[in-house]
Nanobody
Framework: QVQLVESGGGLVQAGGSLRLSCAAS????????MGWFRQAPGKERECVAA????????YYANSVKGRFTISRDNAKNAAHLQMNSLKPEDTAVYYC??????????????????????WGQGTQVTVSS
């Protein structure tokens, strides 16, 4: 049974930091790229970051570049999203997702939600001003 379980969300003041974690089980972790998506009320879901199977390639949305860092620990079947300098506009539900890896890396491909096969239940991040 495939499971992706996010943790680490919460309430933080603007300028603060949070570290999200995603625990994966039920599939071969190294066969998948991992992504973090977010959705705010009334807005479309967007990919904020993605990482390929071995961590050698990453993608970041322009809105989070320089503030967020995605990483993965294949030994622990986990992915992380370090979020620094948080802004109120970062408030959203954050989802971890897994996409079957292909023989190439493409920012366009791995930033597209439809490419992802498995999703977590989400964790709320609220940034107060």
């Amino acid at each position: 049974q495939v499971q992706l379980v996010e943790s680490g969300g919460g309430l933080v003041q603007a300028g603060g930091s949070l570290r999200l974690s995603c625990a994966a089980s039920g599939f071969t972790f190294t066969e998948y790229a991992m992504g973090w998506f977010r959705q705010a009320p009334g807005k479309e879901r967007e990919c904020v970051a993605a990482i390929d199977w071995n961590g050698s390639r990453t993608y970041y949305a322009n809105s989070v570049k320089g503030r967020f860092t995605i990483s993965r620990d294949n030994a622990k079947n986990a992915a992380h999203l370090q979020m620094n300098s948080l802004k109120p506009e970062d408030t959203a539900v954050y989802y971890c997702a897994a996409a079957a890896r292909r023989g190439f890396w493409s920012d366009t491909y791995y930033s597209t939600g439809a490419r992802y096969n498995h999703w977590g239940q989400g964790t709320q991040v609220t940034v107060s001003s």
